[in-house]
């Protein structure tokens, strides 16, 4: 079946950029997405990207998208305290909209 | 906006209860989907449902069960809880248009401990 993987943990100072990374399986994935999720509270669509892009830029997010190694990355610009937060990648393939999210990695930054 | 609302924020029950954890959504939206989140793991589907009275199931569906009796509303029941049930539970919906991205909504969660 569809597999995605993340890391588990990143750590960075604020203000300096984030990096988050993601791998998945499925070769006939059409819509990968970014949601974020913070403390007590559900899944926050934060972006998505079609997969016959390879790059999406939204304020201080840059998407990137390798199809060949299925690879997804999040970049966050110029870190902030109120980033910190659980971000899940999703991609989605199939009918009826299933999606298969990966096991998030938790962000904190330090100030 | 879309507003996905789950009917407890926290919610503790006893071993061997059934429990019934709701979810109602407001976009008219013909998919609804129940997760579970555990640390490490990430959101494991349990069911999910793309009609009225439809349901498919998921990842992980023993020990659960659903009821979509109305469009909006999509309940998961728990016959007889277990402590291994102690989890995050998440409800999501999204609309059914093919070929468009359509993505899921979530709910805020019901943190669910089984004593």
């Known amino acids: 079946g569809e597999d995605v993987e993340q890391s588990l943990f990143l750590s960075v100072r604020e203000g300096d950029s984030s990096v988050i990374n993601c791998t998945y399986t499925?070769?006939?994935?059409?819509?990968l997405y970014w949601y974020k999720q913070e403390p007590g509270a559900g899944l926050q669509l934060l972006t998505y990207i079609f997969s016959n892009m390879d790059m999406k830029q939204d304020q201080r997010l840059t998407v990137l998208l390798n199809k060949k190694d299925k690879h997804l990355s999040l970049r966050i610009a110029d870190t902030q305290t109120g980033d910190s937060a659980i971000y899940f990648c999703?991609?989605?393939?199939?009918?009826?909209?299933?999606?298969?999210f990966g096991t998030g990695t938790k962000l904190q930054v330090i100030p | 906006d879309v507003k996905v609302t789950q009917s407890s924020r926290y919610l503790v029950k006893r071993t061997g209860e059934k429990v019934f954890l709701e979810c109602v959504q407001d976009m008219d939206h013909e998919n609804m989907f129940w997760y579970r989140q555990d640390p490490g793991l990430g959101l494991r589907l349990i069911y999910f449902?793309?009609?009225?009275?439809?349901?498919e199931k998921g990842d992980i569906p023993e020990g659960y069960s659903v009821s979509r009796e109305k469009k909006e509303r999509f309940s998961l029941i728990l016959e007889s809880a277990s402590t291994n049930q102690t989890s995050m539970y998440l409800c999501?919906?999204?609309?059914?248009?093919?070929?468009?991205?359509?993505?899921?909504?979530f709910g805020d969660g019901t943190r669910l401990s089984i004593l």
């Open positions: 449902s793309y009609d009225v009275k439809m349901k």
């Open positions: 999501a919906s999204s609309s059914h248009l093919q070929g468009s991205n359509q993505p899921q909504h």
């Open positions: 999703a991609e989605k393939s199939g009918g009826y909209q299933k999606v298969t």
């Open positions: 499925d070769s006939s994935s059409t819509y």
